[in-house]
C-alpha cells in the first residue's frame, strides 16, 4: 500500500471549478481513509526548500557546545534539543534518537499577547555566522500560504464557512522542528520519534531523500511514507479531526531511520490561536466521541510533558501507545 498522490494546483486555482472541486475531493478521500496523503505541485519554489535544508544541514554541522548555549527550557520550547532527551509524552518508553531545533510562530517580546499566554514569545537563533533565520522564516510563509489553501479546500467538502478556521489562524501557535536523526542500527525498537499522533491542525514534511517516515494503515499494518523529490507529505492532526467531527483522521505514524545515514527533516505544524476551542462543526460521526480541545491548555501541556520526569495530564489528549516501546 502506498500513500494516495494528490495532485493540488488546481486548489490555487478559482474555487468554483471543476478541477477545484476534483482536487478537493481527491484531497479529502485521502485524509478520510488514512490521514495522510503526498501532494505535488503544491506552490512552493524549489530555491525555498533548498535553501532550508542547507540550513538545516548548517545547523547540525555546528559543535554541540555552540548549540547547547540555547537548550530548550520548560515554559520555553525554543532552541536546541540534545539527542535523547525528550519522552514519549504518555511517561511511557525510551527517549527518541533525535536532536532538535525548535522555532515557534515569532512574535515580538512587547506584543500584548505574550502576557496572556505565555507561550507566544520571540525565537531562539543558533549562535553561528550563518543566516538561519532568513532561509527558515521564507519557508515558513510558504507554507502558511499552502496551510491555508489546503484548509479551504477541505471546508469545501466537509461543507463548513472556512473563515470559521481561518479566522482562528491570526496569531497561531503553529511551530516547526528542525530535526537531526544520527543513524542508528537497524533494530525496530530504536525509534527516531517513537510512534504518536499529531494534536496540531495540519502537518507538511518536504520530501525527505533519506525516507524512515511509516504511518499506520487501518489494519495497523506500518507502511513507508514514500514521497517524490517534488512532493510534500501532508497530514492531518488531533484539532482537524476534531473539527471535522471524526471524518478526517489523525493516524500515528514513527519515524526510524535505518538507513546508516544522518536523516534531517523539517516538519511545519499548523496551529490556531492559544485562545480557540476546538469542537466539531459537524455532527460527529459514528463513534467518535472526543473532548473539545481548548488550544493554548493542549499545547503547554503536549511541550511540557515531552521532558521525561513529566506525563500528560490532559484529559483531551489522545496520546496512546501505538506499539512504542
Not at 3 to 23: C, I, R
Not at 249 to 277: C, E, M, Y
Amino acid at each position: 500500500m502506498k500513500l494516495a498522490t494528490v495532485d493540488v494546483a488546481a486548489l490555487h486555482g478559482p474555487t468554483e471549478s471543476a478541477s477545484y472541486s476534483k482536487s478537493a475531493g481527491e484531497l479529502y478521500s485521502a485524509l478520510s481513509q488514512i490521514g495522510f496523503a503526498v501532494i505535488v505541485n503544491h506552490g512552493v519554489d524549489q530555491k525555498t526548500i533548498d535553501d532550508i535544508r542547507k540550513a538545516v544541514a548548517t545547523v547540525f554541522a555546528t559543535p554541540r557546545e555552540i548549540l547547547m548555549r540555547d537548550m530548550v527550557v520548560k515554559g520555553n520550547y525554543r532552541g536546541f534539543v540534545p539527542l535523547g532527551y525528550f519522552t514519549p509524552n504518555s511517561g511511557k518508553g525510551n527517549a527518541d534518537q533525535y536532536e532538535a531545533w525548535k522555532l515557534h510562530n515569532e512574535t515580538a517580546a512587547d506584543d500584548p499577547i505574550c502576557a496572556a499566554c505565555s507561550l507566544y514569545g520571540p525565537n531562539k537563533w543558533p549562535r553561528i555566522d550563518a543566516d538561519i533565520r532568513t532561509p527558515v522564516m521564507n519557508y515558513w510563509r510558504a507554507l502558511t500560504r499552502v496551510s491555508e489553501i489546503l484548509i479551504v479546500a477541505l471546508c469545501s467538502k466537509l461543507e463548513i464557512n472556512p473563515e470559521t478556521i481561518l479566522a482562528s489562524m491570526t496569531n497561531p501557535l503553529t511551530n516547526m522542528t528542525l530535526l537531526n536523526y544520527p543513524p542508528m542500527p537497524p533494530q525496530d525498537d530504536t525509534w527516531g520519534i517513537h510512534p504518536h499522533k499529531d494534536f496540531n491542525l495540519l502537518t507538511l514534511l518536504a520530501h525527505d531523500p533519506i525516507g524512515g517516515l511509516e504511518v499506520r494503515d487501518r489494519s495497523e499494518n506500518w507502511i513507508n511514507a514514500d514521497c517524490p523529490p517534488e512532493g510534500m507529505v501532508l497530514n492531518v492532526g488531533d484539532m482537524l479531526e476534531l473539527w471535522s467531527g471524526g471524518r478526517l483522521v489523525s493516524t500515528p505514524h514513527r519515524v526510524l531511520n535505518r538507513s546508516g545515514k544522518a536523516r534531517q527533516s523539517f516538519p511545519f505544524f499548523s496551529k490556531p490561536r492559544f485562545d480557540v476551542v476546538v469542537e466539531p462543526l459537524l455532527e460527529p460521526i459514528a463513534g467518535f466521541n472526543r473532548l473539545p480541545l481548548h488550544v493554548g491548555t493542549s499545547a503547554a501541556d503536549i511541550w511540557y510533558s515531552n521532558w521525561p520526569d513529566t506525563a500528560s495530564t490532559d484529559p483531551t489528549q489522545d496520546l496512546g501507545n501505538y506499539g512504542a516501546n
